[in-house]
Every structure is written in C-alpha cells, then in structure tokens.
C-alpha cells in the first residue's frame, strides 16, 4: 500500500511539472547536442572554380581579401531577383520597387514573432512528449510545410526545368 501511494505521489509530481511553465517559449525542436562542434547550417559551400580566360593577366593575390569561390548567398539572392549587389538602395530602385509594390508592413517582424510564439504556444505537444523531450516540430508545423515531391511533379509537369532535383523516375515526365 505503501509503495502504491509513492508511485502514486511521483506520478503527480511528474504531470504536475510537465504542466507547468506556461510563460516559457515552447522548444518544439527537442534536439540537443552535447559537443561544441560546427554548425552544420552556418557551412555554405564554396563556389565552383573557373578557368579565367587569359592565364597572362591574371589579378594579384590579396592576402586576407576575398576569394572567387567565396560564398556571398546575400549577394547571390540580390541577383536572383533582378538587383545589382553592393548597389545599395539607390542603386536598386527598381527591385526595391517590385518587393514593396503591394506594401511594406514596418513591424513585420515583431507581428510574425508574436504569431509564431501563440502557434508554438498552442501546438507545444501532448504533457508526455513534453515530459520525455519528444520532437514536435514536424508535427506542429506540417499543415504549412510543402510536399515536395507533389510540387517537383507540378512544376515537372508543366515543362519547367528542374536541374537541382534528381532526374524523373521512368514514366515520370
């Protein structure tokens, strides 16, 4: 009988501490790791290197400069959307016209964070995954997330290259 009530009073004690911390911004990512190793995100690949078109005039090296291969992904996705990197605001007012054509919202950012801390709030998993560190991420977020293989079909569909994803199965088009 004894021992009924000490599992009985742990059991509590442990529903009772899944359920608390209510002002604590929901981790729905459960993931965590022990080393102070890299950053596997923060690794971008380097560019590929390229044969200059006359070996005889080739730049002077510049110790501590930039290198060709040398990631630049903000530069890379000014260019991408029709701008002019390193050009400033001024030099690009015809991209910063066509992002800004429906609107700009000022405080955009603090009205997505606030959105995304009620959605993690409110999809924070069940007291038991939460209890035992279970990963909700996925599930929390899946009614936004893409399909991607749907989308890869749609797009190949209507003739679009897709030279970044692997090539169509037979019968695929």
């Known amino acids: 009988m004894r021992t009924a009530r000490v599992i009985l009073a742990v ?18 990512m459960n993931i965590r790791s022990a080393t102070q190793g890299p950053d596997e995100f923060g690794i ?41 990197p390193g050009g ?10 066509h992002i800004s054509r429906y609107g700009v919202n000022g405080g955009i950012r603090s009205t997505l964070a606030a959105e995304d801390l009620e959605w993690r709030r409110d999809n924070n998993g069940r007291i038991l995954e939460r209890l035992f560190n279970v990963n909700v991420y ?8 893409l399909d991607q293989q749907a989308e890869l079909f749609r797009w190949r569909q209507r003739g679009v290259r897709t030279p970044s994803a692997p090539p169509p199965k037979d019968g695929e088009q």
């Open 44 to 84: 971008l690949p380097p560019k590929a290197l390229e044969l200059p078109k006359d070996m005889a005039a080739l730049p002077e090296p510049t110790p501590g400069g930039v290198n060709l291969t040398d990631p630049t992904p903000k530069e890379d996705a000014i260019v991408a959307l029709g701008g002019r």
């Open 11 to 28: 059991s509590v004690a442990a529903i009772v501490a899944g359920c608390g911390g209510g002002d604590k911004i929901p981790q729905l």
């Open 138 to 145: 996925y599930k929390a977020y899946s009614a936004q997330s």
């Open 88 to 97: 400033g605001a001024g030099g690009d007012a015809g991209l910063i016209n």
